[in-house]
């Protein structure tokens, strides 16, 4: 620092000077500057940073808020020579931004906030793209993305053609990982680690994963493997004390793994601290195995890590463990991240640090489970703008009549993957505490789990999003299907799902399930159908069942009394109106475009069948050969990937003979690609199974290809 005149003291640890306070930022920095070198004006320059810290509060006024360090910062590279202080700054307008962006879009914002430090940190020590930093989940990863080159993009956030909820490779090269479900990171980032040492490269690779995620098995699966293959690899438990998933109860967040072991950080991460780990133990393995184990013992219990048994899960997978570390404390977490990335000894390291979720935003604070996902929002009050429906979700609807059951049924059960929000079984649990079970992120567990408790007679039923179920297929199969025990799967998220994508897409449960044989799939046209399955599910005690619903709202049918279901007949479906020449067989909630799509026609004077099949498995084989037998062209319809329903129904027709005569079949399903995120009528017309894509399906078939090109 150049001075003219008398010498004068700064204080080094500041390394700008904002004299102009922002009305959205509340951090006015000062420069400490005296005539002296006395000891009191450090301490007088360390209370003003302390008070600086302090101070650094957000005003979220609803306003695009003053970001001037973060408007210089677009991609990694230009925050490596920033100062710890201003690091702090960015980290401050990182989190004004988020909750700025999110406000106006919708998303995942608690989980997003919990992170800012971590992101910064780890954006500040690595080098992206070449060091690869997984995110476990994804959803937690708007940080990371307004930092990473795409922060004027984040206005599109989950939209259609803009940018995707998740992390995503095709998105960014910084970006090394897509995600979307729970626990892969460790395992995705084994791999990568061993490739890069196969290929000679000295990049690193970090996974990410919170404490929820630390729930599934994959994830210990994946640290035993690093353990054994001694890869170096940086894991970052982020635990932040719920899983980061809607609450499972009405009452608060769960609580999954809770704390972990709690020790200094510092010291854990100091290289002289490793190299003299590893040099006492490698020679008292030399010396015997008595003083090996005690030296362990000793370095163990340093690092407050020893437990009733003498040894920690870290340690015994083979992983060197770190923490926990204050997640929200950028110089502590840049101390840690400089000092792990210079170690000279290979290995799987674990660094465990404490975040909140939330972490800046008082209504996130006061409510994280309230707030993981949101819709648009006021920023002031945190108050979210939710539409008015004159109808329930169809996840509430299936609560609702789940209830009803165990009402009149003791040995009703509910078992949920840590997704009581999302499944509704937090209402579940309210009534009934001691017969609904939260086995964490986990679906091999809980399927397995649930098929233990039909063994004893209990009526389980297994609620899972249908993509989620996708983790849990062996247990499906092996543990339920084969022995034809009577588990009941509720599978929510059912077809295309809007701004969540490709990853939640429930496209593939009616093929994976209805392969089956013994398996009864169901899936219900309306929210009163959604009761009576749940009806005819709790009644079949003979072998397993599941019903698929869709994400999204009722359509206003007429439930049935005290919403309480009436069962159906097995395999049997119904016609809901009659017509000629044409019948549209329809499965699941996309009977509503088939009657939609009946309506246009009529406008043309084309009157058609149209029929509700209930059933996939097994089929109403004498609907189907009524509506053969009845009209020139069949066409089936679901919202579901090749080798769903209308194969099941092609195949039984090809089988009966029915293929061999002038009928024309058609079937309409999801196309054979993965559908982006976006608004739910923008993927259904993607998907070519809008009511207009149905009538005009009609119109080709009948021989009219003009009128079917203008509804097209």
């Given at each position: 620092?150049?001075?003219?005149?008398?010498?004068?003291?700064?204080?080094?640890?500041?390394?700008?000077?904002?004299?102009?306070?922002?009305?959205?930022?509340?951090?006015?920095?000062?420069?400490?500057?005296?005539?002296?070198?006395?000891?009191?004006?450090?301490?007088?320059?360390?209370?003003?940073?302390?008070?600086?810290?302090?101070?650094?509060?957000?005003?979220?006024?609803?306003?695009?808020?003053?970001?001037?360090?973060?408007?210089?910062?677009?991609?990694?590279?230009?925050?490596?020579?920033?100062?710890?202080?201003?690091?702090?700054?960015?980290?401050?307008?990182?989190?004004?931004?988020?909750?700025?962006?999110?406000?106006?879009?919708?998303?995942?914002?608690?989980?997003?906030?919990?992170?800012?430090?971590?992101?910064?940190?780890?954006?500040?020590?690595?080098?992206?793209?070449?060091?690869?930093?997984?995110?476990?989940?994804?959803?937690?990863?708007?940080?990371?993305?307004?930092?990473?080159?795409?922060?004027?993009?984040?206005?599109?956030?989950?939209?259609?053609?803009?940018?995707?909820?998740?992390?995503?490779?095709?998105?960014?090269?910084?970006?090394?990982?897509?995600?979307?479900?729970?626990?892969?990171?460790?395992?995705?980032?084994?791999?990568?680690?061993?490739?890069?040492?196969?290929?000679?490269?000295?990049?690193?690779?970090?996974?990410?994963?919170?404490?929820?995620?630390?729930?599934?098995?994959?994830?210990?699966?994946?640290?035993?493997?690093?353990?054994?293959?001694?890869?170096?690899?940086?894991?970052?438990?982020?635990?932040?004390?719920?899983?980061?998933?809607?609450?499972?109860?009405?009452?608060?967040?769960?609580?999954?793994?809770?704390?972990?072991?709690?020790?200094?950080?510092?010291?854990?991460?100091?290289?002289?601290?490793?190299?003299?780990?590893?040099?006492?133990?490698?020679?008292?393995?030399?010396?015997?195995?008595?003083?090996?184990?005690?030296?362990?013992?000793?370095?163990?219990?340093?690092?407050?890590?020893?437990?009733?048994?003498?040894?920690?899960?870290?340690?015994?997978?083979?992983?060197?463990?770190?923490?926990?570390?204050?997640?929200?404390?950028?110089?502590?977490?840049?101390?840690?991240?400089?000092?792990?990335?210079?170690?000279?000894?290979?290995?799987?390291?674990?660094?465990?640090?404490?975040?909140?979720?939330?972490?800046?935003?008082?209504?996130?604070?006061?409510?994280?489970?309230?707030?993981?996902?949101?819709?648009?929002?006021?920023?002031?009050?945190?108050?979210?703008?939710?539409?008015?429906?004159?109808?329930?979700?169809?996840?509430?609807?299936?609560?609702?009549?789940?209830?009803?059951?165990?009402?009149?049924?003791?040995?009703?059960?509910?078992?949920?993957?840590?997704?009581?929000?999302?499944?509704?079984?937090?209402?579940?649990?309210?009534?009934?505490?001691?017969?609904?079970?939260?086995?964490?992120?986990?679906?091999?567990?809980?399927?397995?789990?649930?098929?233990?408790?039909?063994?004893?007679?209990?009526?389980?039923?297994?609620?899972?999003?249908?993509?989620?179920?996708?983790?849990?297929?062996?247990?499906?199969?092996?543990?339920?299907?084969?022995?034809?025990?009577?588990?009941?799967?509720?599978?929510?998220?059912?077809?295309?799902?809007?701004?969540?994508?490709?990853?939640?897409?429930?496209?593939?449960?009616?093929?994976?399930?209805?392969?089956?044989?013994?398996?009864?799939?169901?899936?219900?046209?309306?929210?009163?159908?959604?009761?009576?399955?749940?009806?005819?599910?709790?009644?079949?005690?003979?072998?397993?069942?599941?019903?698929?619903?869709?994400?999204?709202?009722?359509?206003?049918?007429?439930?049935?009394?005290?919403?309480?279901?009436?069962?159906?007949?097995?395999g049997k479906g119904r016609i809901l109106m009659e017509g000629n020449r044409v019948a549209i067989l329809g499965f699941g909630a996309m009977v509503?475009?088939?009657?939609?799509?009946?309506?246009?026609?009529?406008?043309?004077?084309?009157?058609?069948?149209?029929?509700?099949?209930?059933?996939?498995?097994?089929?109403?084989?004498?609907?189907?050969?009524?509506?053969?037998?009845?009209?020139?062209?069949?066409?089936?319809?679901?919202?579901?990937?090749?080798?769903?329903?209308?194969?099941?129904?092609?195949?039984?027709?090809?089988?009966?003979?029915?293929?061999?005569?002038?009928?024309?079949?058609?079937?309409?399903?999801?196309?054979?690609?993965?559908?982006?995120?976006?608004?739910?009528?923008?993927?259904?017309?993607?998907?070519?199974?809008?009511?207009?894509?149905?009538?005009?399906?009609?119109?080709?078939?009948?021989?009219?290809?003009?009128?079917?090109?203008?509804?097209?």
């Amino acid at each position: 620092m150049a001075v003219f005149g008398p010498v004068l003291r700064t204080c080094s640890s500041v390394t700008t000077c904002l004299t102009a306070q922002t009305p959205k930022l509340s951090c006015k920095r000062q420069l400490c500057i005296r005539a002296s070198a006395a000891s009191s004006d450090r301490e007088e320059c360390r209370m003003i940073l302390r008070q600086e810290t302090e101070r650094r509060t957000i005003d979220y006024s609803g306003e695009k808020p003053a970001t001037p360090l973060l408007d210089t910062v677009n991609y990694p590279v230009e925050m490596k020579n920033l100062s710890t202080e201003d690091l702090e700054q960015l980290a401050a307008e990182l989190r004004a931004e988020i909750v700025y962006q999110v406000s106006q879009t919708g998303g995942h914002l608690s989980s997003s906030l919990g992170v800012v430090e971590l992101t910064v940190a780890l954006h500040h020590v690595f080098n992206t793209p070449d060091d690869k930093i997984i995110w476990d989940v994804g959803h937690q990863a708007y940080p990371h993305k307004i930092l990473t080159g795409r922060r004027s993009r984040m206005h599109t956030m989950r939209k259609t053609s803009g940018l995707a909820g998740f992390p995503k490779r095709d998105e960014s090269i910084h970006d090394a990982f897509g995600a979307g479900h729970s626990s892969t990171s460790i395992s995705a980032g084994l791999g990568m680690a061993v490739a890069r040492d196969l290929l000679g490269k000295t990049n690193n690779v970090i996974s990410v994963i919170g404490d929820g995620a630390m729930t599934a098995g994959q994830a210990y699966e994946a640290m035993n493997n690093a353990g054994y293959l001694d890869a170096n690899l940086i894991v970052v438990l982020n635990d932040n004390k719920q899983v980061s998933l809607p609450t499972a109860t009405l009452d608060g967040p769960t609580t999954p793994v809770g704390a972990l072991s709690s020790t200094l950080a510092k010291l854990q991460a100091s290289t002289q601290f490793r190299k003299l780990r590893e040099a006492a133990k490698t020679i008292t393995k030399q010396i015997g195995g008595q003083t090996h184990e005690v030296a362990a013992k000793v370095d163990e219990y340093a690092r407050g890590l020893i437990s009733a048994s003498g040894s920690t899960l870290f340690e015994e997978l083979g992983l060197y463990y770190i923490g926990p570390v204050d997640g929200h404390n950028v110089e502590d977490l840049i101390t840690i991240f400089q000092k792990v990335k210079a170690l000279p000894a290979p290995g799987p390291v674990l660094i465990h640090i404490v975040t909140e979720k939330g972490k800046g935003y008082p209504p996130a604070e006061a409510a994280p489970d309230k707030m993981h996902g949101v819709v648009k929002f006021d920023p002031k009050s945190g108050k979210q703008f939710k539409t008015k429906s004159p109808t329930l979700s169809y996840t509430q609807y299936f609560a609702e009549s789940l209830i009803k059951e165990a009402e009149v049924d003791d040995k009703v059960v509910a078992i949920h993957a840590a997704m009581g929000g999302g499944t509704g079984l937090n209402f579940f649990q309210k009534k009934f505490p001691d017969r609904c079970f939260d086995v964490g992120i986990a679906e091999q567990h809980a399927v397995t789990f649930a098929a233990g408790l039909a063994t004893e007679g209990l009526k389980p039923f297994c609620a899972i999003y249908s993509s989620f179920l996708q983790r849990g297929y062996d247990q499906v199969v092996h543990d339920v299907d084969l022995q034809k025990l009577p588990v009941r799967f509720a599978l929510d998220r059912a077809g295309l799902v809007g701004a969540d994508g490709p990853t939640h897409c429930g496209a593939f449960d009616i093929t994976y399930m209805a392969c089956l044989p013994n398996m009864v799939v169901m899936a219900p046209s309306d929210e009163a159908e959604l009761m009576h399955m749940v009806a005819t599910a709790a009644a079949i005690d003979d072998r397993p069942s599941c019903f698929r619903f869709p994400r999204g709202n009722g359509v206003g049918a007429v439930l049935p009394p005290n919403n309480k279901g009436i069962p159906l007949e097995i395999g049997k479906g119904r016609i809901l109106m009659e017509g000629n020449r044409v019948a549209i067989l329809g499965f699941g909630a996309m009977v509503q475009q088939c009657v939609d799509a009946a309506s246009l026609l009529k406008m043309r004077n084309i009157n058609v069948t149209v029929a509700d099949a209930r059933f996939c498995k097994p089929l109403d084989t004498d609907l189907i050969r009524r509506l053969v037998n009845e009209h020139e062209i069949l066409i089936t319809v679901e919202e579901g990937s090749i080798g769903g329903f209308g194969s099941h129904v092609s195949h039984f027709l090809s089988l009966a003979g029915l293929l061999d005569g002038p009928l024309k079949l058609r079937a309409m399903v999801l196309p054979d690609r993965y559908i982006d995120h976006g608004s739910p009528q923008d993927q259904i017309e993607e998907a070519g199974l809008s009511s207009r894509h149905i009538a005009a399906t009609v119109l080709s078939l009948l021989g009219m290809p003009k009128e079917a090109f203008k509804f097209k």
